[in-house]
């Protein structure tokens, strides 16, 4: 059955629908306020957008293998708070540890990265081997990272960082942003372990039929973990990241951002009941969400109504999403 | 009154790639057991599911009491007094056998302007109809705690209770114990006697011998004839369903079995009504069939081979070397590979491409520096094998889920090929597809078998169980009953004196 042009262009725009709608709404808002089309503000959304990406990068992998991950806004909170307790100035009066000389940033971000994948792995050991949930697992693990993070930090907010760190987020290679830059070798990497290792492969084969993949001789119970482990280490980037940008974190640093990030990966296309979804998926989940607020911060609307606007989004891009993969009786 | 209580005729169903019922008819005589004859696959339970209204019948008509009647969903069924005790129970286990059985048309009672459910009410007509089915178990029992024949009798109750006067039994008795069945029979002659029509789909010559009143055969997805059950002698009813000569079906084997490449000893499940003490052998070449009833752990054991199901005792050998399995990974390993019997449960990826379901098995042996998948060489054995088994597909990165039951098979089938084990396990192979992928199918088994492989067959199929086998072994309740290597031996009847021994 070959399809008109007419069918053609109505399956564009109901597959597009929400890409279409938020070019449209950019373009208004450009042409009525005079400074959103400006390389300040164009690199001002693409700071916002570079720690949400790796946020949601980390998310996509866990809703890829049919699970999701709520635990990664604490985790967020968490890195960035370990974070900025090892990179305070000297000279700074609240420094955390008075006597530690603040470490290597990239030292840090290592260590943050490995602490939070520690986590991780807990919770994908309870998914895997011990059939939890993931939903009550990440769950749990949310409260957990929480309340440590508040018994390390004594609820403390931190600032005062080195020079360096908060250069991570200033500093610029070819005009454009280390953040931005981290951001886009995050998402190349993990390209690359979507497509092109069998990790990836093993992924979408979990989420598409676990009990499958367990036939086709896939170590679905390793894998699992493996994809928490990930998420997490990325959350913990995230953390570090955003750390940068703000030059101030605290406990409450993060929260929220799972809800969001899960938010993003379903409307660009990451299939909740699992084995579908892209690196792309996850990008354009993230810049349809920063376009939207950003469009509706500069056209006025009040920030409380803002909120109601991001609802109604996820309602009609998830229901025209689903659109595709309903099979029709 | 009507001549036939309930009449079909010139229902058509297709689904993609399938022609699953091509103008068949049906006529019930009022107060009658029917039973509804033929072949896996040959559309019986396709046929009752249109009458049921689950699925939408693409032409044809129902008459009820010589009135034609429209049947959209298994609501209006019900309104229309067709009931339906299905294959696969649809129960809600987790709650009472009372909410069960008024699931969806609770009594409900008035509390000021609030409806409430009467429980009451409920639980005192749950007790009644149980009692009508002659059977006395607490109606606030959770269902899921009620064995597979009680909860049936639950389903038989929930349609009398709904004056059902057309109960439509999906191999009711695949499932039960000898006394289970025995129960059904007794509720269903008191059914019979108040006038309710039955339909009764079933596999077992003795149960339709002794239950039917007509028999109607159906043959790939066509009707073939109906009969007065007492006219008709069990080969009888065995030529129309097979009703093609079995020498035409299957294509000639060119291989002889070799040496013995695995031995099984002794293999016992961890659950003592699953598989006990099995031994076998299995030679280079061969074809060995597994035969036997539903039900009698054949895919239990397969499973217990390959890792998926745990294993109390036993032992596995291949080439002479114990194996060790934990896990389907040490399975293929030890060159083990398993098509399974639900291919849908455990077979396919629906959501991921061709590319995707042939590779997943073998991502391992593609891989470029230890850990960079090889798309090129990937791509070039997925091509291949679309070529070699003719799988029709405009590409390898169409959706899996877009083919039909046939071609996902030979996807499958792919994965295995790819994978290269040197024994193929191979549960229902056929099951649900039609006759000329089938044929495919029996070329690949026979070419593998010629290459040196050797293949264990699940078939319920018995002409595919004989034509195809070289031996066969038959299992009943999961003691392995019989094996049968000489040529002249493999009957059918020889085939159902082994799985009917206990």
């Known amino acids: 059955m070959t399809k008109t042009k007419q069918q053609k262009l109505k399956d564009f725009i109901i597959n597009n629908g929400v890409i279409i709608v938020m070019f449209i709404l950019v373009i208004y808002t450009g042409l009525t306020s005079s400074n959103f089309f400006t390389t300040g503000n164009l690199m001002n959304i693409l700071m916002n957008m570079s720690s949400r990406l790796v946020i949601a990068l980390g998310i996509a992998g866990c809703v890829i293998?049919?699970?999701?991950?709520?635990?990664?806004?604490?985790?967020?909170?968490?890195?960035?708070?370990?974070?900025?307790?090892?990179?305070?100035?000297?000279?700074?009066?609240?420094?955390?540890?008075?006597?530690?000389?603040?470490?290597?940033?990239?030292?840090?971000?290592?260590?943050?990265?490995?602490?939070?994948?520690?986590?991780?792995?807990?919770t994908g050991f309870f998914i895997a081997y011990l059939s939890v949930p993931p939903f009550i697992s990440t769950l749990a693990m949310m409260e957990i990272v929480y309340g440590i993070n508040m018994i390390y930090t004594n609820a403390t907010p931190l600032g005062g960082y080195v020079k360096e760190y908060t250069n991570v987020a200033g500093g610029k290679f070819l005009g454009i942003n280390y953040l931005i830059w981290i951001a886009l070798i995050v998402a190349a990497i993990t390209w690359f372990i979507f497509n092109m290792t069998r990790h990836g492969k093993y992924m979408y084969a979990i989420g598409g039929n676990a009990q499958?993949?367990?036939?086709?001789?896939?170590?679905?119970?390793?894998?699992?973990?493996?994809?928490?482990?990930?998420?997490?280490?990325?959350?913990?980037?995230?953390?570090?990241?955003?750390?940068?940008?703000?030059?101030?974190?605290?406990?409450?640093?993060?929260?929220?951002?799972?809800?969001?990030?899960?938010?993003?990966?379903?409307?660009?296309?990451?299939?909740?009941t699992g084995g579908r979804g892209k690196v792309s998926s996850a990008f354009i989940g993230v810049a349809v969400f920063e376009l939207l607020k950003v469009a509706l911060q500069y056209l006025g609307v009040d920030a409380n109504a803002q909120f109601i606007a991001i609802g109604v989004v996820i309602y009609v891009a998830i229901s025209l999403d689903i659109r595709k993969y309903v099979a029709k009786k | 009154m009507a001549e036939y209580k309930l009449e079909l005729k010139g229902i058509c169903k297709s689904f993609p790639g399938v022609r699953a019922l091509d103008n068949v008819q049906l006529s019930l005589r009022p107060g009658t057991v029917h039973a509804l004859m033929g072949e896996n696959g040959a559309g019986k339970s396709t046929l009752m599911k249109c009458l049921f209204g689950?699925?939408?019948?693409?032409?044809?008509?129902?008459?009820?009491?010589?009135?034609?009647?429209?049947?959209?969903?298994?609501?209006?069924?019900?309104?229309?007094?067709?009931?339906?005790?299905?294959?696969?129970?649809?129960?809600?286990?987790?709650?009472?056998?009372?909410?069960?059985?008024?699931?969806?048309?609770f009594p409900i009672k008035k509390f000021g302007p609030l409806k409430l459910i009467d429980h009451k009410t409920m639980y005192a007509e749950t007790e009644r109809w149980l009692k009508e089915v002659k059977m006395d178990f607490d109606p606030k029992a959770q269902l899921g705690s009620l064995s597979i024949g009680q909860m049936q009798s639950v389903e038989i109750a929930k349609a009398v209770s709904q004056q059902a006067k057309v109960v439509i039994f999906d191999e009711p008795t695949s499932s039960l114990s000898d006394n289970e069945v025995e129960a059904l029979f007794r509720i269903m002659n008191d059914l019979r006697e108040k006038g309710v029509t039955m339909v009764y789909i079933s596999h077992k010559m003795d149960e339709i011998k002794r239950i039917a009143d007509?028999?109607?055969?159906?043959?790939?997805?066509?009707?073939?004839?109906?009969?007065?059950?007492?006219?008709?002698?069990?080969?009888?009813?065995?030529?129309?369903?097979?009703?093609?000569e079995l020498t035409n079906v299957y294509p000639p084997k060119e291989s002889t079995p070799g040496e013995v490449i695995m031995e099984v000893k002794n293999l016992s499940s961890i659950h003592s009504k699953s598989f006990q003490n099995v031994s076998f052998t299995l030679r280079k070449?061969?074809?060995?069939?597994?035969?036997?009833?539903?039900?009698?752990?054949?895919?239990e054991l397969m499973e217990g081979i390959f890792g998926i199901r745990n294993v109390a005792s036993g032992e596995i050998y291949m080439n002479g070397k114990k194996l060790k399995i934990k896990h389907p990974i040490d399975a293929m390993n030890a060159g083990i590979g398993l098509i399974t019997e639900d291919r849908r449960g455990n077979g396919i990826f629906g959501c991921l491409s061709i590319k995707d379901n042939v590779g997943i098995s073998v991502y391992?042996?593609?891989?470029?520096?230890?850990?960079?998948?090889?798309?090129?060489?990937?791509?070039?054995?997925?091509?291949?094998?679309?070529?070699?088994?003719?799988?029709?597909?405009?590409?390898?990165?169409?959706?899996?889920?877009?083919?039909?039951?046939?071609?996902?098979?030979?996807?499958?089938?792919?994965?295995?090929?790819a994978n290269d084990p040197d024994v193929l396990i191979m549960d229902e192979p056929t099951r649900g597809i039609d006759v000329g992928a089938k044929h495919e199918i029996y070329e690949i088994m026979n070419d593998l078998a010629k290459q040196g492989k050797a293949i264990i067959m699940i078939s319920s199929e018995m002409a595919e169980l004989l034509g195809m086998a070289d031996r066969v072994c038959v299992m009943c309740n999961g003691k392995l009953t019989g094996e049968i290597d000489k040529p002249e031996d493999m009957t059918q009847a020889k085939v159902m004196s082994y799985a009917t021994q206990f």
């Open chain 1, 65 to 122: 293998t049919g699970g999701c991950d709520l635990s990664a806004g604490r985790m967020i909170g968490f890195g960035a708070c370990i974070a900025g307790t090892l990179l305070q100035r000297m000279d700074y009066s609240g420094k955390f540890f008075p006597d530690m000389e603040p470490m290597n940033v990239f030292l840090v971000a290592l260590i943050v990265m490995l602490i939070c994948s520690v986590f991780g792995a807990i």
């Open chain 1, 212 to 272: 499958a993949a367990e036939v086709a001789g896939v170590p679905v119970k390793k894998n699992l973990i493996l994809v928490y482990m990930k998420a997490a280490a990325m959350y913990g980037l995230a953390g570090f990241m955003l750390g940068a940008k703000a030059g101030g974190v605290s406990v409450q640093t993060g929260y929220g951002y799972e809800m969001e990030a899960i938010a993003a990966c379903t409307i660009g296309g990451v299939s909740v």
């Open chain 2, 54 to 105: 689950i699925y939408k019948m693409d032409a044809g008509e129902i008459y009820l009491d010589g009135e034609k009647i429209e049947v959209n969903n298994p609501d209006e069924a019900m309104k229309h007094g067709i009931a339906m005790v299905h294959q696969e129970l649809q129960p809600v286990p987790a709650r009472s056998v009372g909410e069960n059985l008024f699931l969806g048309r």
């Open chain 2, 214 to 244: 007509d028999i109607t055969v159906m043959r790939d997805g066509t009707y073939v004839g109906t009969w007065p059950a007492a006219e008709m002698t069990t080969d009888q009813i065995i030529t129309k369903m097979v009703g093609r």
């Open chain 2, 285 to 299: 070449g061969e074809i060995l069939g597994f035969g036997g009833l539903v039900g009698a752990q054949r895919t």
């Open chain 2, 364 to 417: 391992n042996k593609f891989l470029k520096a230890g850990f960079v998948l090889n798309h090129k060489d990937i791509n070039k054995i997925v091509d291949d094998n679309i070529k070699k088994l003719s799988i029709k597909t405009p590409s390898m990165k169409e959706h899996i889920a877009n083919l039909s039951g046939g071609n996902q098979q030979k996807v499958i089938v792919s994965r295995w090929l």
